[in-house]
Every structure is written in structure tokens, then in C-alpha cells.
């Protein structure tokens, strides 16, 4: 088959390599027919996420159809177009019990450096370099799926591919971040990112009872989506400064609940940022430009939800603010499959519609060239679907 | 941390358990770089990043627990000493760890009680033959391609409570070991705790040479504790392989 090949820090390659077989009877083989890029991918492509190595398979937001199950699977068969969330669960440990799948026990089987940065391994994720599994990615004709009744959605006949595709990723990150928000009704919601997962959150937000959502980016053709598809007010943080427009649009409050959607690659203006982006060149630290300004603009006894993805250290962590404001952090990587048949209620009643993020329908071959489009935000790239 | 395991157990293997021998400065210094070091090790890859990885991750292991392993490899640990005596062994290597497994004690203490089922999930030992009620026969893959074989005993048996087992009189290597099975609290299933200690196979020589080829027994418990986790957990030990045969060859390796 063909597969989007990593070769080395910003080396992209499509390549020829094996098929993929039914390895475990709790298998499903998936016939890819959509796979997405991801902010996550550019945090691997750029080196930022360690234990990648030549020959990996990236991408991990898809769909497609099953084209083969292990004796095992009972819920999913033969021929299902389906979506499959890439944080993989096993279903039966503690955490998956609970349904914080992406803390699954049993689906990292190369725990050893995760336990050593982190103290404990998190769930397994296909696409996601060998210290989370080594498990091969999306972006390729076929894909083996572990725990494929766990792990494998069959999508409901009245949703098109292109919003289902989102279901993989996009969407539940972005209500997750919303949700572990605690949003109430009457609060004021900032997002700061308005990618594919920023936009979901703010979705989300209006859909969880937000009162007004404020969105944070500079790009002009992505905030604008932000306004006409999300129904957020804009702040453009090159244009303005975001603690204090903050505080006018609030009445001096402060958003109510603030949800990081940009992750460990923040892009800033200040001092600040000059200093993470020295260290992080050093691969000491992460840029925390995002994180640190929602902190600071949060309101007192509010709530800063994270879905940014962050490796292993930041520097300059505003500490004081938590504890002085009385703030709640949370955060994980998206536990998709508590939310997936929720979202897509939403999708069939229409109070939720990714169908914009996908400004870039390209065929597989083109892949390094979608990559260069998302990574430099180039001809109003949000997200560069591929289709093997 | 948990490349050396160390909540836990009874005196003999509370004691075999890393002392600490490190100040606190050199603790949060040695913690800190060896985070760093394992981090880079991983990006550059290949033969040198791989060493480095090991020192890296015991670096944080030092750094995480007071314990450096790095310096303790040349003499052994008091505890060891201790078992080496009281078994009549030229030395001692000892390791222990602990997992969670989400089942019932009973479900857990019959799956090891037959000791068939140990090489499903103990990567090193390729068959374990049940002799009788008790006695079973080891075959164990050792460094550098060899094999090693012995007799067991199983000495102590309190059904969903505790497992000892001994080798028997002329066994090649000398051995001993014990499980113990404790409700988690919470209806969370079982809290496994397990120790071994065997007698290297040329003294300290042996273990130094054990540990560089990536067998060192309390990096192992760990993995394999984790194995059985997840065969009682989920029916299988998950491989990220595309190909049966792939997966087939051995299982997976867990750095
Ligand atoms: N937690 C999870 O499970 C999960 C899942 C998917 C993605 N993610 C993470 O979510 C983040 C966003 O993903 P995406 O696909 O939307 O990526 P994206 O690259 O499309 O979007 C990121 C956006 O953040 C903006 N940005 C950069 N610096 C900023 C700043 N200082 N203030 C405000 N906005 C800023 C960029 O301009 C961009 O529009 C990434 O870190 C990704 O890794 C997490
Ligand atoms: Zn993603
Ligand atoms: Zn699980």
C-alpha cells in the first residue's frame, strides 16, 4: 500500500511498504478513505515530540471502511464506514472503566519512557511515535485499529464524510475542552487557537450554554470562520492586547472559562515568547505563550481547560495565579469515545457542523505538500484532508 | 518511577529495595538532567542514543528515589547480601514490583497458580512444565542466546493470598520468588506484588553483564507484571506489529 512516511525532522515522504494484517483477534482492519492533519502532527514533524523514527506511518484523525474484523469483534463488521478515535482504549482497565479512555492501562506497549517522563504511561495513539506505542498512522491506504469495539464508531447513514471525518479528533477535543471547562449558564468562554480543535471548543461552548465565546488568533480567514461558523467575537492578539481587551469585553471579570486550543508550538509577540522559543531550541522547555495569558486573564475562581498538547516542561509557569485566583486546571488528551455518539446527535440536529474546517481536500501523493500548507497556514489551510 | 519498584512487601525484599544514598540537591539535579538526557537520547536514536537512553533513565531513577543504581551495581545491596547468606548463594540479585490489575483475587491468584500460563506474560521464561501438584519445570532464556533450565517447588500456597516457589536442589540457577494478592481498594480488583531473587550466573560479573544486555530483574518484574496486567485485563499483550509474524517473533519490547 501507500503511507505518508516519516524520515527525519520535516521529511515527508510517500512511500510503497506492507499491507497491514489482522494481527489480534480484537482487530479491524480499516480501509482509509479520509485522514486529516492535526495540530498534534506538527509537534512530531518538528522534532518536539521525541521517539519518532524513520519508517513511521503519521496521521491519526480518519475514517473509512472495515474491510476485515478479528473472531473477536462483534460491534463493528465488514463494510461499516466508520470513524475510529486514535487515543486508543482497551475497554476493560480501570480508567477505561471510568471512560477516561485516554489513560488506558493496556494500549501503550512501549511505557517505559512515558513512566520515565511522565511517572505513568497514558493510553497508546496510533500515529504518535514509539513513546506512545509505536502504533502506524492514518495517512496510508489501510490501518490496523486495536480493540476495534472499543475503539472503531460506526457512523449513522444521514452524516456526510466530511463532517463524520472530524468525529475522529476535531470534535471531541473540542468538546472535551468545553466540558471539563464546567461551564455555566451565563459565562463568558475565551478560546485561544482557532484551528480545527479551537473552533470545536467554541462550538461546543454555545452547545454547553455559554453566554458569549471570544476567540483568540491572528489569522484573519480563521477568526473570521471563528465569527460566521461559531458565533465567537474576534481578538486579533497581533492587532490588540489580549489581558486587556479582555478585561473591557468582561466588565473587568475576566472570562469565566478559558480553554488553551494552541498547544506547545504558541506563537507570541512578546518577551516571553523570545525566551520559551530560545529554551525550547535548546529542548529544554515548550512555549507556553497561550497558556500563560489564559491563566493571567482568567477570572477569580474560574476554569482553564487545556487541550493544547504539551511534551514535558515549560518554564515560567504563573503559579501564583492559580493559587491566589482560586483557579481549576484541567486538561488530557481527548477521551473521545465517551463523547462520540453524543457528537454526533449534535452533528444530526445540527447544532454542530466541522464541515468548514476542510479547506483542503488533496490525494494521499500530495501529502508533503499538505503539510506545508497546514504547518505554514498558508492559502487559508485549516485542515489538508488526504484521500489515499 | 518504576524501572526499580519501590513501595512495599515484607522485611527480606523491604530491605532489598534501594537504600538512599543521595543528598537532595544531588537527587533534584541528577532528576532534572536525566529527564533531559532521556528525552535527547530518544531524538538522536540509534546506537549512542541508546546508551544514553539507559543512562538518562537511570539518571531519573537516582534522581526520583535517592537510589543510584549506577554505583550500586558494583556492590551489592545489604538485603541481597542478607538472602545470599541466609540461602547459602555466592550472591544475590533481587527485584520487586507491584501492579493493579482490574479483576478479582480469585481470577488472579488461579491464572498464576497454574504455572503453565507464566510464559504468556514472563518474556524471559519460554516453558514452565507442571511436574506435579507442586513441582513444575523451567526452561528461561538467559543473555547471549543461552537457556537455563531448573526444578521448582512450589514451597508456600494460601489460596488468593500468596505464592512462594523455590528451585530445587541442583538447579542451574539458583532461585527464589513469591506473589502476594490483596483486594485494591475502591472494588478496583487485585494489587499484585511480586519479588524475586536468584543467584547470578557468575557472580556480580554476571549481573553487570545481565544488565547491559537489557536484563536487569527489576526492569523485567516490572514489564512482566505489566504483561500479566495485561492478559488478565484484556485477553492478549498488545503489539503495535502490522504482520502476525511480526508479532509472532516475540513480544513486545517495552522501551
Ligand atoms: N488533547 C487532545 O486530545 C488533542 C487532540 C487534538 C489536538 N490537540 C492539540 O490542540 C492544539 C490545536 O490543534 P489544531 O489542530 O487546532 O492546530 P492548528 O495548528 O490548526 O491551530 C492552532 C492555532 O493556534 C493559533 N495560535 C498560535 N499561537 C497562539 C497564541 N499565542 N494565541 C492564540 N492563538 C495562537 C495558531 O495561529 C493556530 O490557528 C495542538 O496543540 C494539538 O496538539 C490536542
Ligand atoms: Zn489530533
Ligand atoms: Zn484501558
Redesign the interface.
Known amino acids: 500500500m501507500r503511507a505518508m512516511i516519516w524520515n527525519g525532522v520535516n521529511d515527508l515522504r510517500v512511500e510503497t511498504v506492507?499491507d497491514?494484517?489482522?494481527?489480534?483477534p480484537?482487530d479491524a482492519i480499516v480501509r482509509v478513505t479520509m485522514s486529516s492533519v492535526c495540530g498534534s502532527d506538527l509537534h512530531l514533524l518538528g522534532?518536539y515530540i521525541?521517539?519518532m523514527?524513520p519508517g513511521d506511518i503519521i496521521g491519526h484523525e480518519f475514517m473509512g471502511e472495515v474491510v476485515e474484523t478479528g473472531r473477536?469483534v462483534g460491534k463493528v463488521r465488514k463494510g461499516d464506514r466508520v470513524i475510529v478515535i486514535s487515543i486508543l482504549g482497551?475497554?476493560?482497565?480501570?480508567h477505561c472503566?471510568r471512560t477516561d479512555f485516554s489513560c488506558c492501562?493496556?494500549?501503550n506497549?512501549?511505557?517505559?519512557?512515558a513512566?520515565?517522563?511522565w511517572?505513568h504511561s497514558p493510553a497508546?495513539i496510533i500515529g504518535y511515535s514509539?513513546?506512545l506505542?509505536?502504533?502506524?498512522g492514518s495517512h496510508a491506504n489501510y490501518i490496523?485499529v486495536?480493540?476495534a469495539d472499543v475503539n472503531v464508531f460506526k457512523v449513522p447513514e444521514g452524516i456526510p464524510d466530511e463532517k463524520a471525518l472530524f468525529v475522529s479528533d476535531a470534535c471531541p477535543t473540542g468538546f472535551m475542552g468545553a466540558d471539563l471547562a464546567g461551564i455555566q449558564p451565563g459565562d463568558i468562554v475565551a478560546v485561544w487557537g482557532c484551528g480545527g480543535v479551537g473552533q470545536m471548543a467554541m462550538q461546543s461552548a454555545r452547545i454547553l450554554g455559554a453566554e458569549r465565546v471570544i476567540a483568540i488568533d491572528r489569522f484573519p480567514e480563521r477568526l473570521q470562520m471563528a465569527a460566521e461558523r461559531c458565533g465567537a467575537e474576534l481578538l486579533n492578539y497581533e492587532e490588540v492586547d489580549i489581558p486587556e481587551a479582555l478585561t473591557e469585553m468582561t466588565g473587568g471579570r475576566g472570562p469565566d472559562r478559558c480553554i488553551d486550543c494552541v498547544g506547545m508550538e504558541a506563537h507570541g509577540t512578546g518577551l516571553g515568547y523570545l525566551y520559551d522559543l530560545a529554551k525550547q531550541q535548546a529542548?529544554?522547555t515548550e512555549r507556553i505563550v497561550a497558556l500563560r495569558e489564559a491563566i493571567h486573564c482568567c477570572r477569580k475562581g474560574g476554569t482553564v481547560s487545556v487541550m493544547g498538547v504539551y511534551g514535558?516542561?515549560v518554564d515560567k509557569f504563573p503559579m501564583g495565579a492559580i493559587v491566589n485566583k482560586a483557579l481549576t486546571i484541567r486538561s488530557g488528551q481527548q477521551h473521545g469515545q465517551r463523547y462520540v455518539e453524543r457528537l454526533f446527535g449534535h452533528i444530526e440536529r445540527g447544532e454542530m457542523d466541522p464541515s468548514h474546517l476542510l479547506t483542503h481536500p488533496l490525494p494521499l501523493e500530495e501529502g508533503p505538500r499538505g503539510y506545508d500548507l497546514f504547518k505554514n497556514k498558508k492559502e487559508g489551510c485549516v485542515r489538508a484532508v488526504f484521500t489515499p | 518511577m518504576a524501572l526499580i519498584q519501590g513501595q512495599s512487601v515484607d522485611s527480606a525484599v523491604r530491605n532489598a529495595l534501594p537504600p538512599r544514598n543521595l543528598g537532595d540537591a544531588e537527587r533534584l539535579v541528577s532528576g532534572a538532567l536525566g529527564a533531559v538526557v532521556a528525552l535527547w537520547a530518544i531524538r538522536r536514536g540509534g546506537l549512542a542514543g541508546g546508551l544514553a537512553t539507559l543512562a538518562g533513565a537511570a539518571m531519573i531513577a537516582r534522581g526520583t528515589s535517592g537510589y543510584c543504581p549506577v554505583t550500586e551495581t558494583l556492590s551489592a545491596k545489604p538485603a541481597e547480601r542478607q538472602i545470599a547468606r541466609k540461602q547459602g548463594w555466592r550472591s544475590a540479585a533481587a527485584a520487586a514490583s507491584s501492579v493493579t490489575i482490574a479483576k478479582p483475587v480469585e481470577d488472579v491468584y488461579r491464572f498464576f497458580r497454574d504455572v503453565a500460563n507464566l510464559p504468556r506474560f514472563m518474556r524471559h521464561v519460554e516453558s514452565v512444565t507442571v511436574i506435579d501438584e507442586t513441582r513444575s519445570h523451567w526452561v528461561v532464556r538467559a543473555p547471549l542466546g543461552r537457556t537455563v533450565e531448573w526444578d521448582a517447588t512450589i514451597t508456600e500456597d494460601r489460596p488468593n493470598e500468596r505464592i512462594g516457589w523455590r528451585s530445587d536442589a541442583g538447579a542451574q540457577v539458583r532461585n527464589i520468588g513469591w506473589i502476594e494478592f490483596r483486594p485494591a481498594p475502591g472494588g478496583r480488583g487485585t494489587e499484585v506484588r511480586a519479588a524475586i531473587a536468584y543467584e547470578p550466573l557468575a557472580g556480580q560479573l554476571g549481573r553487570l553483564v545481565a544488565q547491559l544486555w537489557g536484563e536487569e530483574p527489576g526492569k523485567q518484574a516490572h514489564d512482566d507484571l505489566r504483561r500479566l496486567k495485561q492478559v488478565l485485563e484484556t485477553g492478549e499483550v498488545p503489539t503495535p506489529a502490522l504482520r502476525r509474524a511480526d508479532a509472532d517473533a516475540a513480544m513486545p519490547d517495552a522501551a
Not at chain 1, 20 to 24: C, G, L
Not at chain 1, 90 to 94: D, I, L, R
Open positions: 506492507p497491514p494484517e489482522i494481527v489480534s480484537q522534532g521525541p521517539a523514527k473477536e482497551c475497554g476493560q482497565c480501570e472503566r492501562d493496556n494500549t506497549p512501549k511505557p517505559l519512557m513512566e520515565a517522563v511517572g497508546g514509539h513513546a506505542g509505536g502504533w502506524a490496523r486495536p480493540f529542548l529544554l514535558a516542561f
